[in-house]
């Protein structure tokens, strides 16, 4: 079974940025992304990037949040820049394959205004 661990996150004051990573185990290349999650808010999909390099962004990150992945390391990045207090809420990594859905285990990302 895949794992993901997550590293990344924390606080920042709001124009900042941060950057979160994300390693799956095994060989296999997955499509890979990330959601977020505020309080009383449902999930929402943040970015993803597929095997071959296919992007997808809402509009609310469009401009300001870049995915990257290194197939070779199984790692996905994501650069948060121009960090809005609205983009606070926790981010979970999560990898695709062969219709199977994993998740990391989530990381804190702040901002304050």
């Known amino acids: 079974q895949v794992q993901l661990v997550e590293s990344g996150g924390g606080s920042v004051q709001a124009g900042e940025s941060l950057r979160l990573s994300c390693a799956a185990s095994?060989?296999?290349?997955?499509?890979m992304g990330w959601y977020r999650q505020a309080p009383g808010k449902q999930r929402e999909l943040v970015a993803f990037?597929?095997?071959?390099?296919?992007?997808n962004y809402p509009d609310s990150v469009k401009g300001r949040f870049t995915i990257s992945r290194d197939n070779a390391k199984n790692t996905v990045t994501l650069q948060m820049n121009s960090l809005k207090p609205e983009d606070t809420a926790v981010y979970y990594c999560?990898?695709?394959?062969?219709?199977?859905?994993?998740w990391g285990q989530g990381t804190q990302v702040t901002v304050s205004s």
């Open positions: 095994g060989s296999s290349i997955y499509g």
């Open positions: 990037i597929s095997p071959g390099g296919g992007l």
């Open positions: 999560y990898a695709q394959n062969l219709g199977v859905t994993t």
